[in-house]
């Protein structure tokens, strides 16, 4: 995403050039040429000024807080393109295996030279524990710890221990799910026509994905602003608007039953959808 580097930093150099000619542009102007006066995005027009005023008599004339405010509207918008730039954020490995016929559910994770992480529900087990890798072959990868042992195949996961479980099918749709949990994701959300996701991470940040994934902003996170009368809650991250209620929806393509309605506003589009909390 090498260019889009290059593009949030020509902005905002751009803005800093802007905001400095303005404060080298003239102060005294006849009437008529300060209603000929270009906008201020017209730089051959700015660039050509001259300025002959004292540095402290700018400040006090209002040139320099309007410039600062061009600067600080610019410096937002170049802020939505500068994560899309970073390096890629760390993703575990997460993995969910459903296993039908003792109706329990077992979490995952890469833990690479280690092993492999994994949850057991109670009663089977306290919660996380690190099973050391003593084998790989072919398609196959075998695990365990004094208590349990794990064979991992593509698709399938075995467990041997106090009790015997599996083969555990591998639920995709669930591990990413649990994958956005174990990175912080405190609530997620997911429309379709045009696909769009959501990701709220409470007191950090909004992730939002929309256009099939085309095109993506990353937001600071403000506090909501929860109506409990309603059941909804209300973020306002410029320039997003996002409303979630609790009102039982449905996917409208997977038939997924949720129990919250998401709604998000975006300059003139709306987008609607499901969504439910992860913690």
């Not at 306002?236 to 129990?259: K, Y």
Request: net charge neutral; hydrophobic share 40%.
């Amino acid at each position: 995403m090498t260019w889009v580097v290059i593009v949030a930093a020509c902005l905002l150099a751009a803005c800093f050039a802007l905001a400095c000619a303005r404060l080298a542009s003239r102060d005294r102007l006849d009437p008529k040429a300060r209603r000929k006066m270009t906008p201020p995005w017209n730089w051959t027009a700015i660039a050509s000024t001259r300025s002959v005023v004292p540095w402290s008599a700018r400040l006090s004339s209002g040139r320099f807080v309007s410039s600062m405010r061009i600067i600080e509207r610019n410096w937002r918008f170049a802020m939505l393109l500068l994560p899309l730039a970073g390096s890629a954020e760390e993703t575990p490995d997460v993995s969910v295996f459903q296993c039908d016929a003792s109706e329990v559910e077992i979490v995952t994770v890469a833990e690479p030279g280690k092993g492999l992480g994994i949850w057991l529900p109670p009663p089977l087990d306290d919660g996380y524990r690190l099973l050391p890798t003593i084998g790989f072959e072919p398609g196959l990868a075998r695990f365990a710890d004094d208590t349990w042992r794990a064979v991992l195949t593509e698709g399938t996961l075995e467990l041997k221990g106090p009790e015997q479980l599996g083969p555990c099918r591998y639920d995709h749709h669930r591990s990413i799910w649990e994958g956005a949990k174990l990175r912080g994701v405190s609530f997620r959300a997911v429309g379709q026509e045009p696909g769009w996701l959501l990701e709220i991470r409470n007191g950090e940040r909004i992730d939002f994905s929309f256009d099939y994934g085309q095109r993506t902003l990353r937001v600071p996170a403000t506090e909501p602003d929860d109506d409990t009368s309603t059941r909804t809650s209300r973020f306002v991250s410029w320039p997003l608007e996002i409303t979630i209620e609790g009102r039982p929806c449905g996917d409208a393509m997977s038939g997924e039953a949720f129990d919250t309605t998401v709604v998000v506003r975006l300059a003139e589009r709306t987008f609607q959808g499901c969504g439910r909390p992860l913690h």
